[in-house]
């Protein structure tokens, strides 16, 4: 969301909210609906909207026509469409994204003007669930990130949890049943009008286009009551407050003692045993879940005994690694292959002949940015050979780019030793991180 400081307004409602949710377990919040449509909330709203990008939804409505429009007039509508209960969404666009597995991941884009008012319901509500949430939950959360989520895998397998169930849930968005849902929604929120607006949004319709341009319609979520919009502002907090139910129920038969600790991010989770239990754990994890109306994949889920086998969470895989400097065994993490291949393709796509076009200070810059964000994510791993694969990689791809923008043969000078890579074009060597650049550990 970039660095987008919240008003003072804003932070005042949300720290009293947080603050009485926190202090009283069992408070039921009656007057929130009117907070939706404070023009300060729905300010912000859209400004992070506008930090976010994201593209039109079903009405083509984009960010340059509202602001050609005038923002301010065109919020005080969407607060009167509000305060009136006029407000209704319009169904979401779905487009399918290419997974690294060839299947294809749904993703729903909701209009500007929905996107606007979940942002909103998400600042009020957001700090009331937060309150509630366990510390097992790393998704979606303010100060907390996947790389916690690792270090803490890593400190339980060292303190002797060596066996994994590596878990998977099929389908976890669009399979959170509506009415529980909502329950536990209305554990915190008595305010029937914004029960209602949440109800509105899981309940929206979905547009597609085929090849030919013609729309189909489909009303899967109501017709099925489940699925949450995967890819919608208010989505995110709606995963973390259902999948708290399994947590919960997880330490209240006080299975965290006897079978196994549990790390979760949004649907990726690991239950983490001592020797033995893992079979155990991953029956009671299947009959929690069934109760819970969610489906465990019984093609991904498995038990790894670590370190004799290694398992993938969160982009890194665990197991049994050598120190560079002692060659000693130990159990830590590394970039997952999978992780690496994604990134060898992106500098592939970044680097292909018709991005030529492009200033090749730009496209260094573009590369620079891509690769210190992989390398900020996986600084907590043993991340040397991954650096070296990827400098490997990006180096001679953009030495082949090079050559192909300014038309030049190897022995007419365009050969690009690496000293000038990285010494004139200024390209990031992640390898040499430690040396010459402190952003990696930033």
């Known amino acids: ?38 023009s300060d909330i729905l300010f912000h709203a859209w400004n992070q909207c506008r930090a976010n990008k994201g593209a039109p939804g079903v009405d083509g409505q984009d960010f340059e026509e509202v602001e050609k429009y005038g923002v301010l007039r065109w919020l005080g509508e969407l607060a009167l469409a509000l305060k009136t209960e006029e407000y209704q969404p319009e169904p979401i666009r779905r487009v399918f994204i290419p997974k690294a597995n060839g299947k294809l991941r749904p993703l729903g884009i909701s209009t500007l003007r929905d996107r606007v008012c979940m942002t909103a319901a998400m600042l009020v509500l957001e700090p009331i669930f937060e309150a509630d949430l366990p510390d097992e939950q790393y998704a979606y959360r303010a100060g907390r990130n996947a790389q916690q989520a690792v270090r803490e895998v890593q400190d339980v397998l060292y303190h002797g949890h060596r066996e994994v169930v590596d878990a998977d849930l099929s389908d976890y968005f669009g399979s959170i049943p509506h009415a529980e849902l909502m329950l536990s929604l209305a554990r915190r929120i008595v305010d029937t009008r914004v029960l209602h607006l949440i109800k509105m949004w899981m309940e929206c319709a979905a547009e597609e286009k085929d090849r030919r341009g013609r729309v189909t319609r489909t009303t899967e979520a109501k017709d099925k009551g489940r699925g949450i919009p995967q890819g919608s ?35 990726d989770l690991v239950i983490l045993c001592r020797g033995g239990r893992a079979e155990q754990a991953m029956h009671k994890l299947r009959e929690i879940m069934d109760k819970l109306k969610l489906t465990v994949n019984e093609e991904k889920t498995r038990i790894c005994k670590v370190p004799q086998e290694t398992f993938d969470f969160l982009g890194y895989t665990f197991g049994r690694l050598y120190s560079t400097k002692t060659g000693k065994a130990y159990i830590g993490m590394r970039p997952s292959k999978k992780s690496i291949k994604r990134m060898v393709e992106k500098v592939h796509a970044m680097t292909e002949r018709q991005t030529s076009w492009q200033e090749t200070t730009e496209m260094v810059g573009k590369l620079n940015r891509t690769l210190r964000g992989w390398a900020n994510y996986f600084n907590v791993g043993s991340d040397t050979p991954a650096y070296r694969t990827l400098d490997n990689y990006t180096a001679p791809r953009l030495r082949r780019w090079l050559r192909f923008k300014y038309k030049l043969r190897k022995s007419k000078g365009g050969s690009y030793p690496l000293s000038h890579l990285y010494g004139h074009f200024g390209l990031v060597r992640l390898s040499a991180r430690g040396r010459e650049q402190a952003w990696a550990k930033a």
């Not at 909210?17 to 202090?23: M, N, V």
């Open 1 to 38: 969301m970039g660095n987008l400081s919240t008003p003072i307004t804003v932070q005042k409602l949300q720290t009293a909210l947080h603050a009485k949710a926190k202090s009283e377990a069992g408070y039921r919040f009656y007057a929130l609906y009117d907070k939706i449509y404070r």
């Open 233 to 267: 502002p208010i989505s995110p907090l709606l995963a973390n407050v259902y999948m708290r139910r399994f947590v919960l129920a997880w330490k209240k038969f006080g299975l965290e003692r006897t079978l196994g600790k549990l790390v979760t991010y949004a649907d």
